[in-house]
């Protein structure tokens, strides 16, 4: 039996219980066994972390301990433990941590317009995945993440900036370009899964954006 372990907390407007929840809901129906925690002490133990299969964590802001985050570095690149994760809860999470940065492959910077703006996801049918084999693209109404990713990410979907619903100064900042929305990437002997929706439990929820998050944590699975 596969073994995930969730972490949550951080910044409450991202609902990190019911995103947590959500997660856990999509990895027990696919047999795992899994452990829910809501304290960064979880990652202390890197022995433990090391014969998992899977981490995925729901973590936005915060501090992240020198301890913690390394013994999360190690047991992807050293061990092939699998991370998977969604919007800040993984890409704007610990702040000051470049060690996380560099291995979950990006970093939120701007989402124009707050909450609530439409855009559409485009799958990159160039780059054929199992992540993305077969699905549409869709439309969001939620943040639009503007983020700073690693050129060395595999990008399977992004969506179009400027937005040109977001109107004011705010929209005009950004050169046009097509923004990753949902990566791979592998940091050492481990697989790196992301997507940047998920501002709320119901974004992830739809139809894509859930299959999407459930090939992505199978996918990133050592």
């Known amino acids: 039996m596969k073994s995930a372990l969730i972490v949550w907390g951080g910044w409450d407007g991202h609902e990190p219980d019911k995103v947590a929840d959500f997660l856990d809901g999509l990895l027990r129906a696919e047999g795992f066994a899994t452990e829910v925690n809501d304290t960064l002490d979880a990652f202390l133990d890197g022995d433990k972390l090391a014969g998992l299969d899977l981490i995925v964590p729901v973590w936005t802001m915060g501090e992240i301990t020198w301890d913690q985050c390394q013994n999360v570095c190690r047991a992807v690149s050293q061990h092939g433990v699998g991370l998977a994760g969604c919007h800040g809860a993984m890409c704007d999470a610990f702040r000051g ?126």
């Open 97 to 222: 941590s470049t060690d996380w940065q560099f291995m979950t492959g990006g970093q939120w910077v701007a989402h124009p317009g707050n909450d609530g703006v439409p855009y559409t996801v485009v799958i990159d049918r160039s780059n054929p995945h199992p992540i993305t084999d077969g699905l549409p693209d869709f439309d969001v109404v939620s943040e639009q993440y503007y983020l700073h990713t690693d050129p060395a990410n595999n990008v399977l979907a992004t969506c179009k900036f400027p937005n040109p619903s977001v109107t004011g100064a705010e929209g005009l900042l950004v050169s046009p370009c097509d923004m990753p929305t949902v990566w791979t990437r592998h940091y050492g002997q481990g697989k790196v899964f992301y997507t940047a929706l998920g501002h709320h439990r119901d974004v992830l929820e739809a139809e894509v954006p859930k299959e999407i998050c459930r090939r992505g944590l199978l996918w990133s699975t050592k």
